[in-house]
C-alpha cells in the first residue's frame, strides 16, 4: 500500500501505538498512566475498581469465574455456578477450564433461549436447595431485554452470594438519566464491553468490581485477567 493510501485507512493514533516501555505502562501490571485511566473510569461507573480488558468481555467473564472460584476455595464452598442458559459460550469454556460445574436457570418456554429473566423468588429459591459460588446472568441479552438486577443482587446478597453480570451490550446504561448499570443496581462482578455501545476500538471492555463487593476481588482482579 502507498504511504497516501496508508494514511487514508489510519485512524490517527498509529503514531501513539508504543510498546510497553517505561512511561507507556503495561495493562496487566498498571502502575502508571493506564492505572490513572482505570481509576477515572472506576470513579465514571461507581466502581470499587475498573480494569482494562483488550480482548473483549470474553476475558472479563473468565476473570469473574476465576474470582468467584478463588472466594469459594477460601471459604469450602463448591465449585457450582448459577447461570442463566443464555450466558456467552466464553462461560463454558471458563468453566471448562476452571473445572467449575454450572446449574442452569432455564428461560420460560416461550422466551427461546436468547432471552433468560429470572426473577429473583426463584433464584433464592435454587440459593436455597444447593450452596453455589456465584450467580451468573447476562442483561441486557442480544435482544435488548434487561434483567432484574436489583431485586437479584438482594436475593443474592441475602444469602452471602456474589452477582457476576455480563453486561457486554450495556455500558452506556451508567450513562442514563436514572442509572441501570449493575453497579448502580448492586452487582459485585460486570463486564462491559466498550468497542459494541461506546466509542472504543474493537477489543476494549471493562472489568468492574462492584462497591459493595468482597475486597478480594479488587486485589485479585489483575491477576485473574493475567492468567487469561
Known amino acids: 500500500m502507498s504511504e ?3 494514511l487514508r485507512n489510519s485512524s490517527g493514533v498509529e503514531t501513539l501505538d508504543i510498546t510497553e516501555i517505561a512511561g507507556a505502562d503495561e495493562l496487566y501490571h498498571a ?4 492505572r490513572e485511566s482505570e481509576q477515572n473510569a472506576a470513579r465514571l461507573f461507581g466502581a470499587a475498581r475498573t480494569l482494562y480488558s483488550a480482548e473483549g468481555s470474553s476475558l472479563c ?3 469473574m469465574a476465576y474470582l468467584a472460584l478463588l472466594r469459594a476455595r477460601r471459604l469450602g464452598l463448591p465449585a457450582r455456578l448459577l447461570a442463566g442458559r443464555n450466558a456467552h459460550k466464553t462461560l463454558m469454556t471458563a468453566a471448562a477450564l476452571l473445572d467449575i460445574e454450572i446449574d442452569w436457570l432455564w428461560p420460560d418456554a416461550a422466551d427461546g433461549l436468547l432471552r ?4 429473583a423468588a426463584q433464584v433464592e ?3 436455597d436447595e444447593h450452596a453455589y459460588m456465584g450467580v451468573f446472568i447476562t442483561s441486557p441479552d442480544y435482544l435488548g431485554n434487561r434483567a432484574q438486577v ?3 443482587a438482594e436475593a443474592c446478597h441475602r444469602r452471602g452470594v456474589p452477582l457476576l453480570v455480563d453486561n457486554a451490550h450495556g455500558a452506556y446504561l451508567r450513562f442514563l438519566p436514572q442509572g441501570q448499570h449493575p453497579l448502580t443496581l448492586g452487582a459485585d462482578l460486570c463486564c462491559d464491553s466498550a468497542h459494541k455501545t ?4 474493537t477489543g476494549a471492555a471493562y472489568l468492574h468490581i462492584g462497591p459493595g463487593a468482597p475486597r478480594e476481588f479488587a486485589d485479585q482482579a489483575e491477576q485473574a485477567l493475567a492468567m487469561f
Open 4 to 6: 497516501k493510501g496508508s
Open 31 to 34: 502502575r502508571g498512566i493506564i
Open 61 to 63: 467473564i473468565r476473570a
Open 116 to 119: 433468560c429473566t429470572p426473577d
Open 125 to 127: 429459591a435454587r440459593l
Open 150 to 152: 436489583r431485586a437479584l
Open 198 to 201: 461506546l466509542p472504543c476500538l
